[in-house]
C-alpha cells in the first residue's frame, strides 16, 4: 500500500539529516505505528508522504502511484491528520467538512450517512453550527479527524492523533482504526504513547535520529530486545 | 509611565516586524525584498513629482486671488481629512481586532495604556499618509515666499501635530460606536453595517460641507470685496469646516508676530486637551466594546444554534466550494472585510462625489456626460479593473491562508479549480464594488443600462488578469507564518508589488485607450478592452498553473 523508497530529507543547506535514507514497506489492512523520541524526524517522515515536504532523494509511492509525479491521484487515496490542528478559524465545523467533501467530491448520502455517523461518535455534532474559533482544541482536533473520516481513505496518515483526546474518543479512535483495517485500509500513525502502539499495531518501527533502528511486530521487536519486556523498555533501550 | 513606554515598544515592534526586519537583513534571500521594495519607491518618484509641479500652479492661483494663505490651508485640511478617513479604519482594526488584545487584557494594565500605546503607533503609521501630503504644500510655501526660519521651525512642529486631532476624534468616535454596537448575538452583523453606514454618513457630511462651503465663497456680491479686504477669508470660510486646519495655517501665515504664537499654541492646547479626553474616555468605555468581542461564542450559547446536518449540507464543485470557502473567510474577518469588501465600496464612492462639488459643476457635468457615456464609461471600468488589484485578494490568496496552508497542500484539489476559484472569490467581491461604483455615478448623473453592462462586464474582465497578476506575485512568496491576519493583508508586501506591476498592466491600457479614443468608434475600443482582457486572462492562467504545481511541491 505505502512504499518508502530510501527517503532522506536534510535542513540548513544539509547540515542536520532529519531523514536518512528511510526505507518501509506498509501493507494493505495494517496498523503501523511510528515511533521515535521528540525530533527523530516523525513528523517529517510524514509531511513528505502527504506531499507537504519534498524528500531531498527516494521515492514514496501509495498503492503504485508515486506521491511527487502524480499528486492528485496520491492524496485522493490519502487523509492526513496532523499533530496540530490549524483549520480555518472563521468557518463553522458544518462548511469546513462540507468543504472537505466537496474537495473529495463524496456524494451527497454518503457525505451525510458519514457526518452524522462521526460527529455523534465524537460528541460534536452539537457544535456543528459554530465557528471553529471557539472550538476547544480537542474539538479541533475531533472536527479534523472527521473531516479525514468522511472522505474514507486508502490510507489514514496520523500526526499524534491521541495527544488532546479524551479518553473515550481516543477508545472509538482506536476502534475506528482497528475496523478499517479489517475493511482492508491502511493505518500509519506516529505516537509518543507506547501502549497505543503496543496495544493496537500489526507492526511497529522505531525512529530514531532520521534513521529506522527497528521494525517489525511486538513479538519480534522482543526477540530482537536483550529484555523480553514491554515496548516501553524496548523503546528506551533502541533510542538511547 | 514605564509601562506605556515598554508597550509601545512592543507595539512598534510588533507593527513593523523591526525584529524580523533586522533577522531577515542578514539572510541573503530576504535582502532581495528590501531591494525590490526600493525600487518599488523609487517607481512612484515621477507621478509624485508631477503632482508637486500641480501644486506649484495652484499657489500660483492662490496668490493671485490674494489669498495665499488658503493654499496652506487646503495642504492641512486634505492631510487631516485623510488621517481621520483612513484613521477610522485603522482604529477599529487595531483597538478592537488585533491579536495582541488577547495577551494584553488579561495583564495587569489600564485600559488607557494599551490604548495609549496603540494610539502611538498609529500616529506613526498615519505619518506615511500625512507626511507626503503636506510636505509639499509647506515647502512650495516656505520655499517661494523666502519664509524666515520661525516659519520652518513651526510647520516642523505642525507636521509632528497634524494627525493628533482627527485621530483622536476617529478614536473616540469609534469606542462609542464599539460600546453601542456589543449586543450580543447581531454584533457582527450590526457592526458591518453600522460602520458601513457610518462612513457613508461622514463621506456624506463631508461632501455636503464643501457644496456648502463652495456657495458661500461664490456667493453675494460683497464676496469680491471681502477676498480683496481679508488675505485670509478663504482660511477661515473652511476653517468653519474644522477649525484646528485654520488655526494652523494662521500660526504659519502669521509666524512673524504673536499672533502666530498663540495659533500654534491653541492647535498643540487643544490637541493635548483631546488626547486626554480619548484617554479618560477610554477608561470608562474601552472595555465595554472590547470584552464582547474576544469571546468568539460563549459556551453557554453553544447548542443553540444546532443544526440539522441534512439539511446544511450543499454539493458543489470543487471551485465553487474554494471561492464560497474564500468569500466567507473575507467577510468574517474584520480586518479582511475592512480592506477588501470595505475598500472596494468606498474607494469609487470618495472617488466620484470628491469629482462633484457645487451645484453649478454638477450640472454641466450632467450636460457632458448625457452626450458623451464614455466620459464616464471609461474612467469607470478602469476604477474597477484597478480595483481588482486594490482589493488585495488576489496578492494574499495564499498568504491569507497561513498556518492552514497544509489544508490546500494535501487535498486532492486540481490546480485548475484553484485558480478558478480563487479568480471567482475576488470577482464576487468586485462585483459589490460594481454596485457601490454605479450607485455612486448614479448619484452625480443618469447612466443608460446598456452602459451599466458595459461597465459591469468590461470591469469584471479586466479584475481577472488584475487578479491573477496578484496570485502569480502570492504564489512565489506567500507569507504563510502570521499570527495576526492584519500580517497577511495590510503588512503583506506582495500588495506592494501587485500594485506596482498592476499599475503597470492599467497604464499600458490607459495609454492605449487614450491614443485610440478619436481614432475609432467608441465600441471597438470596448470590443478590443475585452479581448485583450480575455487574452492576458488565458496567458496568465497558464502561468499561473505552472507555478502553483511548482510551487505546491517546493514550498516548506
Known amino acids: ?240 | 509611565m514605564n509601562k506605556m513606554i515598554s508597550l509601545i515598544k512592543v507595539d512598534i515592534n510588533n507593527t513593523y516586524g523591526l525584529s524580523t526586519m533586522a533577522h531577515s537583513l542578514k539572510d541573503k534571500k530576504s535582502r532581495w525584498r528590501f531591494i525590490i521594495f526600493g525600487i518599488l519607491m523609487m517607481s512612484l518618484i515621477p507621478t509624485y513629482i508631477m503632482l508637486i509641479r500641480a501644486l506649484g500652479n495652484m499657489y500660483d492661483a492662490s496668490i493671485q486671488i490674494g489669498q495665499r494663505s488658503y493654499f496652506l490651508q487646503m495642504g492641512i485640511f486634505a492631510s487631516q481629512i485623510l488621517v481621520f478617513v483612513f484613521g477610522i479604519i485603522y482604529v477599529m482594526s487595531k483597538y478592537y481586532f488585533s491579536n495582541d488584545l488577547d495577551q494584553l487584557v488579561p495583564l495587569p494594565i489600564k485600559s488607557s495604556h494599551i490604548l495609549g500605546s496603540k494610539f502611538v503607533t498609529l500616529m506613526i503609521s498615519e505619518y506615511l499618509t500625512s507626511l507626503p501630503i503636506i510636505l509639499p504644500f509647506i515647502l512650495i510655501y516656505g520655499i517661494r515666499g523666502k519664509e524666515g526660519i520661525l516659519y520652518w521651525i513651526y510647520s516642523f512642529l505642525l507636521a509632528l501635530g497634524i494627525p493628533v486631532l482627527p485621530l483622536v476624534i476617529a478614536s473616540i468616535l469609534v469606542m462609542i460606536f464599539m460600546k453601542y454596537t456589543n449586543i450580543k448575538g447581531k454584533k457582527d452583523l450590526l457592526r458591518i453595517v453600522g460602520s458601513s453606514i457610518f462612513l457613508f454618513l461622514i463621506l456624506f457630511i463631508q461632501f455636503q460641507m464643501q457644496s456648502i462651503m463652495q456657495k458661500v465663497i461664490a456667493g453675494g456680491d460683497e464676496f469680491y470685496i471681502n477676498l480683496a479686504k481679508n488675505s485670509n477669508l478663504l482660511v477661515m470660510k473652511l476653517g468653519v469646516v474644522f477649525p484646528p486646519s485654520m488655526w494652523g495655517t494662521l500660526s504659519l501665515v502669521n509666524y512673524g508676530n504673536f499672533s502666530g504664537l498663540s495659533y500654534v499654541l491653541l492647535f498643540f492646547l487643544v490637541s493635548i486637551i483631546g488626547y486626554i479626553i480619548m484617554i479618560l474616555l477610554s477608561e470608562k468605555i474601552f472595555f465595554d466594546g472590547l470584552i464582547g468581542n474576544m469571546e468568539v461564542s460563549s459556551s453557554k450559547s453553544r447548542g443553540s444554534r444546532i443544526i440539522g446536518i441534512k439539511d446544511s449540507i450543499k454539493i458543489n464543485k470543487p471551485y465553487i466550494s474554494l471561492a464560497k470557502k474564500e468569500v466567507k473567510i473575507l467577510f468574517r474577518t474584520p480586518v479582511y472585510l475592512l480592506n477588501s469588501v470595505g475598500g472596494v465600496i468606498i474607494l469609487p464612492a470618495v472617488l466620484v462625489m470628491s469629482t462633484v462639488t457645487g451645484d453649478e459643476s454638477l450640472e454641466l457635468l450632467t450636460k457632458v456626460l448625457g452626450e458623451f457615456p464614455h466620459f464616464i464609461v471609461l474612467p469607470a471600468i478602469g476604477m474597477i479593473v484597478f480595483l481588482g488589484m486594490l482589493n488585495s485578494i488576489g496578492c494574499t490568496t495564499f498568504s491569507r491562508e497561513g498556518k492552514n496552508f497544509w489544508i490546500q497542500r494535501t487535498l486532492p484539489i486540481r490546480i485548475e479549480d484553484q485558480i478558478i476559484g480563487r479568480v471567482l472569490s475576488s470577482l464576487i467581491i468586485q462585483l459589490v464594488g460594481i454596485v457601490a461604483m454605479i450607485g455612486s455615478i448614479f448619484f452625480i448623473a443618469k447612466i443608460r443600462l446598456g452602459n451599466i453592462l458595459i461597465i459591469a462586464i468590461l470591469g469584471l474582465l479586466g479584475s481577472i488578469p488584475m487578479t491573477q497578476i496578484g496570485m502569480i506575485i502570492d504564489i512565489l512568496r506567500p507569507l504563510l507564518i502570521w499570527d495576526n491576519p492584519q500580517k497577511a493583508m495590510k503588512q503583506n508586501l506582495n500588495v506592494l508589488i501587485g500594485m506596482g506591476v498592476g499599475f503597470l498592466y492599467g497604464g499600458i491600457l490607459t495609454f492605449l485607450t487614450i491614443k485610440l479614443f478619436d481614432k475609432i468608434d467608441i465600441n471597438y475600443i470596448y470590443i478590443i478592452l475585452a479581448l485583450i482582457f480575455i487574452l492576458s486572462s488565458y496567458i496568465l492562467y497558464i502561468i499561473l498553473k505552472k507555478l502553483i504545481s511548482k510551487q505546491f511541491i517546493e514550498l516548506q
Not at chain 1, 547540515?15 to 503501523?32: C, P, Q, R, T, Y
Not at chain 1, 505505528?33 to 517529517?44: D, E, R, S
Not at chain 1, 468557518?91 to 457526518?115: C, S, T
Open chain 1, 1 to 240: 500500500m505505502l512504499k518508502i523508497e530510501n527517503i532522506s530529507k536534510s535542513y540548513g543547506k544539509g547540515s542536520v539529516k532529519a531523514v536518512d535514507n528511510i526505507d518501509l514497506e506498509i501493507k494493505s489492512g495494517e496498523i503501523f505505528g511510528f515511533l521515535g523520541p521528540n525530533g527523530a524526524g516523525k513528523t517529517t517522515t510524514i509531511k513528505m508522504i502527504v506531499g507537504l515536504l519534498k524528500p531531498d532523494g527516494g521515492k514514496i509511492s501509495i498503492d503504485g502511484v508515486d506521491v511527487w509525479d502524480s499528486p492528485l491521484e496520491a492524496k485522493s487515496k490519502i487523509s492526513y491528520v496532523p499533530d496540530n490542528p490549524e483549520i480555518y478559524d472563521k468557518l463553522k465545523g458544518i462548511e469546513y467538512l462540507n468543504f472537505i467533501a466537496d474537495m473529495y467530491e463524496i456524494p451527497k448520502e454518503e457525505r451525510i450517512k458519514d457526518i452524522e455517523y462521526y460527529t455523534k461518535l465524537f460528541n460534536i455534532e452539537h457544535a456543528l453550527g459554530d465557528i471553529i474559533g471557539s472550538y476547544s482544541h480537542g474539538m479541533k482536533q475531533k472536527i479534523v479527524l472527521t473531516s479525514a473520516l468522511i472522505t474514507n481513505p486508502d490510507l489514514f496518515i496520523l500526526d499524534e492523533p491521541m495527544v488532546g483526546l479524551d479518553p473515550k474518543s481516543a477508545f472509538n479512535l482506536k476502534e475506528i482504526m482497528r475496523k478499517m483495517c479489517n475493511d482492508g485500509k491502511t493505518v500509519f500513525f506516529s505516537t509518543h504513547v507506547l501502549e497505543v502502539a503496543e496495544k493496537i499495531c500489526d507492526r511497529i518501527a522505531i525512529i530514531n535520529k532520521g534513521k529506522i533502528i527497528t521494525v517489525g511486530t511486538m513479538e519480534e521487536l522482543r526477540e530482537h530486545a536483550k529484555e523480553k519486556e514491554s515496548l516501553e523498555n524496548i523503546f528506551l533501550e533502541l533510542t538511547e
